[in-house]
Nanobody, 121 residues
Framework: QVQLEESGGGLVQAGGSLRLSCAIS????????LGWYRQAPGKQRELVAA???????NYADSVKGRFTISRDNAKNTLYLQMNSLKPEDTAVYYC???????????????WGQGTQVTVSS
């Protein structure tokens, strides 16, 4: 079982920065990918950034060059550094983890509760 808890959201002006954190707890040995998703009102949830166990990263085109995903294994924490924020970045941001174990026939998705990011113009 895996638990995710986001923090760091808030209200910022356009051009500002925020760093989101996701505390990961529970049995995490089978997590093979972590990521950040976001969902704006009236829109579907979309992938913002992802990172694999081997540290391969992937970003949505809309955030490339502005956002950076990283993790601190010692602290069991996932981060999303967001710079040069735009009003269109306004959304609820969710921490995500994928658990996969072929041996034990496990394939599960885990989600945090979300943290609101609002960027004013």
């Amino acid at each position: 079982q895996v638990q995710l808890e986001e923090s760091g959201g808030g209200l910022v002006q356009a051009g500002g920065s925020l760093r989101l954190s996701c505390a990961i707890s529970g049995i995490i040995s089978n997590i093979n990918a972590l990521g950040w998703y976001r969902q704006a009102p009236g829109k579907q949830r979309e992938l913002v950034a992802a990172i694999t166990r081997s540290d391969t990263t992937n970003y949505a085109d809309s955030v490339k060059g502005r956002f950076t995903i990283s993790r601190d294994n010692a602290k069991n924490t996932l981060y999303l550094q967001m710079n040069s924020l735009k009003p269109e970045d306004t959304a609820v941001y969710y921490c995500y983890a994928h658990e996969l174990s072929v041996t034990f026939r496990i394939s599960r998705d885990y989600w945090g509760q979300g943290t609101q990011v609002t960027v004013s113009s």
